[in-house]
């Protein structure tokens, strides 16, 4: 049993790497988009997505540790504890942000693009190249969709699915930049 509290303890810490690491990809390509951006409605629209997915990480990665208290009562089943908080809706939350902030800087870059001062091919190339969000938004549909089965009982089984689609979700982004 000490290695399976093990486990799920480790695996909880790669949770709350894993939901911070997501909003530092979307993050970070926000930055990006902020420099060769032109009108302010798009500078402003870009920072209200990395400000709003910023604080529904943090905030989903905290409740995911105080979810129960004692704290250890969530990868320990032997320690009693009482719920605080179900932290599968922020979970859920989380999710769909995440998906609605790839599609949104997928889609932003044919907005303004055309306007840059740079030739055709760099301009599609670029376009292109931050198209590739579309997939990483199929990702995040796909995991947010997966994240109702980990309110179940049997926890370890179903991570599986979520954590196979969260690795998908950063390898895009740096073939992107």
Same mark, same amino acid.
């Given at each position: 049993?000490?290695?399976?509290?093990?486990?799920?303890?480790?695996?909880?810490?790669?949770?709350?790497?894993?939901?911070?690491?997501?909003?530092?990809?979307?993050?970070?390509?926000?930055?990006?988009?902020?420099?060769?951006? /032109?009108?302010? &409605?798009?500078?402003?629209?870009? &920072?209200?997505?990395?400000?709003?997915?910023?604080?529904?990480?943090?905030?989903?990665?905290?409740?995911?540790?105080?979810?129960?208290?004692?704290?250890?009562?969530?990868?320990?089943?032997? /320690?009693?504890?009482?719920?605080?908080?179900?932290?599968?809706?922020?979970?859920?939350?989380?999710?769909?942000?995440?998906?609605?902030?790839?599609?949104?800087?997928?889609?932003?870059? &044919?907005?303004?693009? &055309?306007?840059?001062?740079?030739?055709?091919?760099?301009?599609?190339?670029?376009?292109?190249?931050?198209?590739?969000?579309?997939?990483?938004?199929?990702?995040?549909?796909?995991?947010?969709?997966?994240?109702?089965?980990?309110?179940?009982?049997?926890?370890?089984?179903?991570?599986?699915?979520?954590?196979?689609?969260?690795?998908?979700?950063?390898?895009?982004?740096?073939?992107?930049?």
């Amino acid at each position: 049993m000490d290695m399976a509290v093990k486990a799920v303890y480790n695996e909880m810490i790669g949770q709350t790497f894993a939901v911070l690491g997501m909003a530092i990809a979307k993050i970070s390509l926000g930055i990006f988009l902020l420099r060769i951006v /032109v009108k302010q &409605w798009h500078r402003t629209s870009i &920072w209200i997505s990395m400000v709003s997915l910023a604080i529904v990480s943090v905030m989903t990665a905290i409740l995911f540790w105080i979810q129960k208290l004692p704290s250890e009562s969530i990868y320990d089943p032997r /320690v009693p504890g009482r719920l605080v908080v179900q932290v599968t809706p922020f979970s859920i939350l989380l999710g769909s942000w995440c998906a609605a902030v790839d599609f949104y800087f997928a889609l932003l870059p &044919w907005i303004f693009i &055309w306007k840059l001062n740079m030739k055709f091919k760099e301009k599609m190339s670029i376009a292109i190249s931050l198209s590739l969000g579309f997939i990483a938004c199929v990702c995040g549909i796909i995991r947010t969709i997966d994240l109702g089965g980990l309110s179940s009982s049997n926890y370890t089984g179903k991570i599986r699915p979520p954590l196979q689609h969260g690795k998908q979700n950063p390898l895009i982004f740096p073939d992107v930049l």
